[in-house]
């Protein structure tokens, strides 16, 4: 009997549902991706949150002892990651712990704050911007997400790793490429991999030569314990990872609050109402759907099921965090939830998000400082027209029409 496909839906309330059904039917299920390949799928916070923290569940498909598991040695069509060498997302234990150790002390929440001021100065840029498309669009709709939320990101990570700006604008046009739906293996996919890849090794000579106070410049300044291997795959898999999401939870955040006048009257009110409102949007949209995968390297005991040795698994963020017996009225954006238990949009266990502390900041100045020049932005199509992109990982928007000046505010 063959398994239930699993499905990418480009609308919201749809998608919802789906997830929903799923997790209702049971936590811990087989169904099978779209090119037939079999997976296990796990849906319910307390389950998905153990899977997290569970190392037998591993990232590295090459612990795994039956070849055919190992997708090639690819995930996904667009898990352009797994190209670009050994790093955090595709390594587990010693190994892991040494790479993530790298950066992990300069992106924590006590480290970032010094790059408060860039995101400030970055986001007003974004801001003039998208001012200016407003008036050439004679005060009719813009794209927030061309003209804002996909711009301060990249800048903000270009920046932060210490890319020259004038190398910035093609390193954000490479990354738009290599994010883009096609097969890793295309002809395209590779040469912008390798034009990305020449561009960090050009920013890792510049900074050898002439240093900043950028991450590139601090690892450097390490370089008997950091080769250039470490160096291209760990500032490769910052770019990328970090950008994409950060610009969705950006975009969910701007369309909700278009719609919530409470919540926009808390954002206009302080940056303390605005950083619990953000976590609370992360909590309802999580910009990554799953975690990479997992790996089982032995075999798991969920409740009654045995997810197999060697299966390739699965966790559902997206459902977890909508999960009716983690939160009440789940469906709902609510920021004051006392005593619900911490949402999952950035994973949990040893491979939680790196960025969370730059992504937070972020998001919380962009939301805050977007409403605070133009309060009367509105989408100017119903939310439910928004359509998704059906990628296995992250959910992402490609347009995002909104009126700068639109109802009373
Ligand atoms: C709202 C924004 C973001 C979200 C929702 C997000 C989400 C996540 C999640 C769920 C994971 C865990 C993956 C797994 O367990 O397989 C992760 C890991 C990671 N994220 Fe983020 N991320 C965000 C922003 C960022 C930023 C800004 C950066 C870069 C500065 C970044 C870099 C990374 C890296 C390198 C990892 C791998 C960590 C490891 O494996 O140890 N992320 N992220």
Redesign the pocket.
């Known amino acids: 009997m063959s398994l239930p496909a699993l499905v990418f839906l480009p609308d919201d309330d749809t998608n919802t549902a789906y997830y929903a059904r799923l997790r209702e039917s049971a936590s811990v299920q087989q169904v099978q991706l779209p090119n037939g390949f079999p997976i296990w799928l796990v849906t319910r916070y307390d389950d998905v949150r153990a899977c997290?923290r569970d190392e037998r569940l591993a990232?590295d498909p090459r612990l795994l002892s039956s070849p055919e598991h190992k997708f090639g040695g690819r995930r996904v069509p667009e898990d352009i990651l797994t190209s670009t060498g050994r790093?955090?997302?595709n390594t587990d234990g010693d190994e892991?712990r040494r790479l993530?150790s790298l950066v992990n002390a300069e992106?924590s929440s006590g480290a970032v704050g010094r790059w408060r001021a860039t995101v400030d100065r970055i986001v007003h840029e974004q801001l003039d911007h998208l001012d200016r498309q407003g008036a050439a669009a004679g005060g009719g709709p813009v794209n927030l997400m061309t003209a804002f939320a996909n711009q301060v990101?990249v800048a903000v990570?270009s920046t932060?790793l210490g890319l020259r700006p004038a190398d910035t604008p093609m390193a954000a046009a490479l990354l738009r490429e290599l994010l883009s739906s096609k097969p890793t293996d295309s002809p395209e996919m590779i040469g912008w991999y390798h034009e990305l890849v020449d561009l960090v090794l050009a920013t890792i000579e510049h900074r050898r030569r002439d240093p900043g106070e950028d991450l590139i410049s601090m690892l450097l300044a390490r370089s008997e314990s950091v080769g250039v291997r470490d160096l291209l795959s760990t500032v490769v898999?910052?770019f990328v990872?970090?950008?994409p999401?950060?610009a969705?939870?950006i975009a969910h955040g701007a369309a909700t609050l278009s719609t919530r006048p409470d919540l926009r009257a808390d954002v206009l009110g302080s940056e303390a109402s605005t950083a619990r409102i953000v976590e609370e949007l992360?909590r309802h949209h999580?910009?990554?759907q799953f975690?990479?995968w997992r790996f089982a390297t032995a075999d798991i005991h969920i409740g009654d099921v045995v997810i197999p040795k060697d299966a390739t698994v699965l966790l559902s963020?997206a459902a977890a965090n909508r999960d009716p017996r983690a939160y009440d009225d789940p469906d709902e954006v609510r920021p004051h939830r006392d005593g619900a238990p911490t949402h999952?949009?950035?994973?949990s266990?040893?491979?939680?998000?790196?960025?969370?502390p730059?992504?937070r900041m972020?998001?919380t100045v962009a939301v805050r400082s977007l409403f605070l020049r133009f309060p009367r932005l509105r989408l100017a199509v119903d939310p439910r027209e928004l359509c998704w992109s059906d990628m296995v990982f992250d959910r992402r928007l490609e347009s995002m029409p909104v009126n700068l000046d639109g109802a009373p505010a």
């Open positions: 997290l990232v790093h955090m997302l892991h993530r992106l990101p990570i932060v898999a910052l990872g970090g950008p999401t950060t969705t939870a992360l999580p910009p990554f975690v990479s963020l999952l949009a950035f994973g266990g040893v491979h939680r998000c790196i960025g969370a730059l992504a972020e998001i």
